[in-house]
């Protein structure tokens, strides 16, 4: 039984991984950065989706870039990045 929890956490932590920062060539972009830090370095990205709360009001926005065989899921709240994730 042990051994099946262990697997199935592990591949539920293998699809995903939660980061304080992430590469975009040799720059970085962290957890707190304004936006304008985020289109500097990433550029435009690949889709925009609204976060919106449990009431359906707007809390900010997700920025997806499609990045090879990843994609890199940044959050962005009251116009600094609250969360950054890498999708593999």
Same mark, same amino acid.
């Given at each position: 039984?042990? $051994?099946?929890f262990?697997? /199935? /956490? &592990? +591949?539920?932590?293998?699809?995903? +991984?939660?980061? @304080? +920062?992430? +590469?975009? *060539?040799? #720059?970085?972009?962290? =957890?707190?950065?304004p !936006? *304008?830090?985020? &289109? %500097?370095?990433?550029? @435009?990205?690949?889709?925009?989706?609204?976060?919106?709360? #449990? &009431?359906?009001?707007? %809390?900010?926005?997700r920025? %997806?870039? &499609?990045?090879?065989?990843?994609? =890199? /899921?940044?959050?962005?709240?009251? *116009? #600094? =990045?609250? @969360?950054? $994730?890498? !999708?593999?």
């Open positions: 039984m042990r $051994q099946i262990a697997f /199935l /956490l &592990f +591949a539920a932590l293998s699809t995903a +991984a939660l980061a @304080q +920062a992430v +590469a975009f *060539g040799n #720059k970085l972009v962290s =957890v707190g950065d !936006v *304008g830090r985020v &289109f %500097e370095v990433a550029g @435009q990205p690949s889709r925009t989706v609204p976060v919106e709360n #449990k &009431f359906g009001a707007r %809390e900010g926005e920025l %997806e870039y &499609f990045l090879g065989n990843k994609t =890199v /899921l940044i959050t962005v709240r009251d *116009g #600094k =990045v609250t @969360q950054v $994730q890498e !999708v593999f």
